[in-house]
């Protein structure tokens, strides 16, 4: 029981190259990231002078960043879908 509830929390940060908690520190990053662009979202929703483009250009570099942990060296891998 105990080894099943461990291949399971690993099988996947192992999947991505990552030990447990290296993978906890990039996903409660993108978290935060995401908590921050969804303020500036919602900050600009009523006032549209503010944040104009700070929530789109924060996720593309997120995208730009996980694509890069995924693959060797950096590059995006031929066929595999960005950001999965």
């Given at each position: 029981?105990?080894?099943?509830a461990?291949?399971?929390?690993?099988?996947?940060?192992?999947?991505?190259?990552e030990s447990y908690?290296?993978?906890?520190?990039?996903?409660?990053?993108?978290s935060?990231?995401f908590a921050?662009?969804?303020?500036?979202?919602?900050?600009?929703?009523?006032?549209?002078?503010l944040?104009?483009?700070?929530a789109?250009?924060?996720?593309?570099?997120?995208?730009?960043?996980?694509n890069?942990?995924?693959a060797?060296q950096?590059?995006i891998a031929p066929?595999?879908?960005?950001?999965?």
């Open positions: 029981m105990i080894e099943r461990k291949t399971a929390f690993l099988a996947h940060p192992r999947a991505v190259n908690f290296e993978h906890m520190g990039a996903a409660l990053r993108y935060g990231t921050f662009c969804a303020f500036c979202a919602l900050v600009h929703a009523f006032l549209p002078f944040f104009e483009k700070t789109s250009t924060i996720v593309k570099k997120m995208v730009a960043d996980m890069a942990r995924m060797p950096g590059q066929g595999r879908q960005a950001a999965e």
